[in-house]
């Protein structure tokens, strides 16, 4: 019973680098999301998706980007990594029913 | 635009001595309001949901409330274990299943 699975769970990159985030959960959870966390700001909404093919913007989008293509998967990439996106990311899950989220276990980033 | 604070940022108990953790919130058309618990490295976990002015739910030592403006978060005669990041957080009538936290409040339990 894994739940909403994230890898990797710590990262280090140089300023212009790309990379991928992993999410992926085993509940057939239509709704997705990914958020972010930083100190005294709380979690903030990057992007979501309601189902397989379709995806939209949160809160705070710029820089990174999202697809959908499974139900299981909902990848967050990372375009040209800057040091305003050192952070600690979550991706989170539910029913589109049911309004209680899952949330993996976070991934943190850092950005030099 | 909907927006949640939490106070204290911080809170320091000692073993069985009771306190309140205060989430006030503004939002045009609740949908509910949320409670999570965070131990370090973790992701947050869901404690309670909260739909209505003068709700409360109970889970061990803890009791949540809600009002029209804010919600409590009550822990009675606490334990080292229930040290953690408490996390509040709204959901709008028109936001599908998105929620808007706070920053959260850390409590730690000396014992």
């Known amino acids: 019973n894994a739940g909403v699975t994230q890898t990797p769970k710590f990262q280090v990159l140089k300023t212009g680098q790309s990379m991928t985030l992993q999410c992926a959960q085993d509940?057939?959870?239509?709704?997705m999301s990914w958020y972010r966390q930083d100190p005294g700001m709380g979690l903030r909404l990057i992007h979501y998706s309601v189902g397989a093919g379709i995806t939209d913007q949160g809160e705070v989008p710029n820089g990174y980007n999202v697809s959908r293509s499974t139900t299981e998967d909902f990848p967050l990439r990372l375009l040209s990594a800057a040091p305003s996106q050192t952070s600690v990311y979550f991706c989170?899950?539910?029913?589109?029913?049911?309004?209680?989220?899952?949330f993996g276990a976070g991934s943190r980033l850092t950005v030099l | 635009e909907d927006q949640v604070t939490q106070s204290p940022e911080a809170l320091r108990l000692q073993e069985g001595e009771s306190s309140s953790l205060n989430c006030s919130y503004t939002?045009?058309?609740?949908?509910?309001l949320f409670w999570y618990r965070q131990d370090p490295g973790k992701g947050p976990e869901f404690l309670f949901t909260?739909?209505?002015a003068g709700e409360e739910k109970e889970k061990e030592r803890l009791k949540a409330t809600l009002t029209k403006k804010e919600s409590f978060l009550h822990i009675t005669a606490p334990k080292p274990e229930d040290s953690a990041t408490y996390l509040c957080?709204?959901?709008?009538?028109?936001?599908?299943?998105?929620?808007?936290f706070g920053g959260g409040t850390r409590l730690m339990v000396k014992p």
């Open positions: 939002v045009s058309g609740l949908r509910g």
């Open positions: 989170a899950s539910s029913s589109v029913g049911a309004n209680v989220l899952t």
């Open positions: 957080a709204v959901q709008h009538n028109n936001a599908g299943n998105m929620l808007t």
């Open positions: 509940m057939n959870h239509e709704y």
């Open positions: 909260l739909y209505s």
